[in-house]
């Protein structure tokens, strides 16, 4: 599974731990990603998507249609 974001394509990033000593050892900071299911057109696919992209509304989540309204009488 990559460690991608559908939105912004933000992937994880590389840099170095730092003990007291400044001995350095690798590491790796991945995004803040959530499966979510957006609606893209007329079609609905889960995606992860970065918090960042979903906090700017950068793409659509899906509604989810339990009751229809045809058919229903009050």
């Known amino acids: 599974m990559a460690k991608v974001c559908y939105s912004c394509k933000k992937g994880p990033s590389f840099g170095n731990n730092r003990s007291h000593s400044l001995r350095a050892t690798r590491r790796r900071w991945n995004p803040n990603l959530q499966k979510i299911r957006i609606q893209e057109g007329s079609t609905v ?3 992860y998507v970065c918090t960042s992209c979903l906090k700017a509304f950068k793409v659509q989540k899906a509604t989810l249609n339990i009751r229809s309204t045809e ?4």
Do not use: D, F, V
């Open 71 to 74: 058919g229903a009488t009050a």
């Open 45 to 47: 696919k889960r995606e």
